[in-house]
């Protein structure tokens, strides 16, 4: 885990890339702070279909984790566009230095 900055980890599943994450999260100081996914269904009739905990449990490609743990310091790599007037952009870098949220997106 020493000197990755600006290395490539490729990663056969994607459970293996969330424990590297989590392994490198460990080394900045301060608490975790979590987020969740939206994980409710709005139409009554589909509620029996779907186990939430099924759904939040899936690590597909291209499916976001349930959890989104960060902590100030944390480089994060933006995959959507966020916020285009704020620069906010798709393979960009940001560096959480000092605040952890993030209003409006």
């Not at 449990?57 to 007037?85: C, D, E, W, Y």
């Not at 393979?91 to 409006?104: I, R, Y």
Request: with cysteine; aromatic share 8%; glycine share 6%.
């Amino acid at each position: 885990m020493e000197n990755l900055s600006g290395k490539s980890i490729l990663c056969p599943k994607n459970e293996d890339s969330l424990k590297m994450n989590e392994q490198a999260l460990a080394k900045f100081p301060g608490q975790n702070i979590t987020y969740f996914n939206a994980d409710s269904i709005t139409s009554e009739e589909q509620q029996n279909n779907f186990q939430v905990d099924f759904i939040n449990g899936i690590t597909s490609s291209g499916i976001p984790h349930h959890l989104f743990n960060l902590k100030v310091g944390a480089v994060i790599m933006l995959l959507r566009n966020l916020n285009p007037s704020a620069e906010l952009l798709w393979n960009t870098f940001v560096n959480s230095k000092t605040d952890v949220h993030c209003n409006g997106c």
